[in-house]
Structure formats: C-alpha cells, structure tokens
C-alpha cells in the first residue's frame, strides 16, 4: 500500500505570496493533518480534516487555511506568506475510527520564504 | 494532555539495546503513551503505544511502570538506521475525535558505530 504522499516536495516563494500544498492519504484514510516543524517551535499541529470538514485546529493565524476533497486528498493554503513561514509542512493520515492516534506521516514539503 | 520529560539527547553502541526513558507523572487512566521518531528530514514514523502493560512489536518494546508516571521504549539492537529524534507522547483515546498530537523536543539518539 502507498504511503503519505506530498507535492511539492520543495518550494520557494517571496514574502507576500500566496503558497498551496497537497497531500495524499494512504488509500481508505479519512482522516488528514497538517503539522508545520520549525527548529524553533518544534512540530506544531495546525489542523485535521475529516469527510471535507475542518474537526480541530491548532493556534495558528487565519492566514492558514486548508480543505479535504471528496477522495480525502487535502491542500493546505498559506496566504500573505511571512518569513517566519519558512518550515518543514507535513501531512498525516489516519483512519477515522482507529482506537489509537497511529498516525502515518508523509515526507513534508519544505517551504522557504525569502 | 499530560506534559512529558525526555533527556535532550543519548549515545548508545551499535548492537547494543537504546533505552529511552520518558517521564509522565501527571497521566490520567485513560492516556495511552505513543512513542514516535522522526529521521533527519523526513516525517515523523509511528513505533508503538501503550495503556499500562508492556508492549512488543516487530520495532521496539515499551515499558510502562506499574504507576504508570514512566515508561522505557527499548530497541534491542540499535543500528546507525536507528539515529533519530524520538518523541514521547501522551494521549487520550480519540477514535472518534480529530486532535492533533502534542510533540515535545523529543530525545536524538545518536548509534555510534
């Protein structure tokens, strides 16, 4: 079975852009989160999506947007990009119902701002 | 979520067993411990969870004290594969929730060859 996918896998862009990743589940995952890793905060949570619905997010500006498809692929979106932006962006699948927070992690999309 | 403690960083010998240790002294009954690493630039892998008896698997073994405040995750035979960050994670049963995980600093375990 194919793992977390991630496109792209690097990508750079100036401040005040606008910036979309993407993440494919493992097959039959319902469940996708995004994480954001910096060296100075460590892995930070940012959000999850379940069937196309936001269930949680992390403390992050509004600026971090996100949305699943139909076939639970997921993007996030990072608008008006600053350079505090630069970060290692991972994505996670689950199963929905899985009894415990096992958790598969794609390779991430490094981002740097400039 | 209960906070955990992890050393910054260890060395072990190739070959040799790593123990990890993690701290967590303020865990409810119904958090299970996750243990999870993460290889240089690459995304974090899952290794293996408890409640509070001791777990084995094809990767590591965990064991979690009879109180439950701390727990070991043990590799038995360390190879230079093996270097990474591993992080320490306490967390309720969420099989019907969307929470994210809290990952701390974590423990770099260096194999020294």
């Known amino acids: 079975k194919a793992g977390v996918t991630q496109t792209p896998r690097y990508l750079i862009k100036t401040r005040g852009q606008q910036v979309t990743l993407s993440c494919s589940p493992i097959s039959g995952h319902r469940s996708v989160s995004w994480y954001q890793q910096t060296p100075g905060q460590g892995l930070q949570f940012l959000f999850e999506?379940?069937?196309?619905?936001?269930?949680n997010k992390g403390n992050f500006p509004g600026r971090f947007s996100g949305r699943q498809f139909s076939n639970s692929r997921s993007e996030m979106n990072v608008s008006t990009l600053e350079l505090g932006d630069s970060a290692l962006y991972l994505c996670?699948?689950?199963?929905?119902?899985?009894?415990?927070?096992?958790?598969?992690f794609g390779p991430g999309t490094r981002l740097t701002v400039l | 979520d209960a906070k955990t403690t992890q050393p910054t960083s260890m060395d072990c010998a190739e070959g040799r067993a790593a123990n990890l240790p993690c701290n967590h002294s303020?865990?409810?009954?119904?958090?299970?411990v996750y243990w999870y690493r993460q290889i240089h630039s690459q995304g974090p892998q899952y290794i293996i969870h408890?409640?509070?008896n001791n777990e084995t698997n094809e990767m590591a073994s965990l064991i979690i004290t009879e109180d439950r405040k701390s727990s070991t995750l043990i590799l038995p035979h360390a190879t230079l594969r093996d270097t990474a960050v591993y992080y320490c994670i306490v967390r309720a049963y969420s099989g019907g929730g969307a929470d994210g995980l809290t990952f701390g600093k974590g423990t770099h375990l260096i194999i020294q060859p």
């Open positions: 999506y379940f069937s196309e619905t936001q269930r």
């Open positions: 303020t865990i409810s009954g119904n958090e299970y």
């Open positions: 996670a699948s689950r199963l929905y119902s899985a009894i415990y927070n096992e958790q598969f």
């Open positions: 408890g409640l509070k």
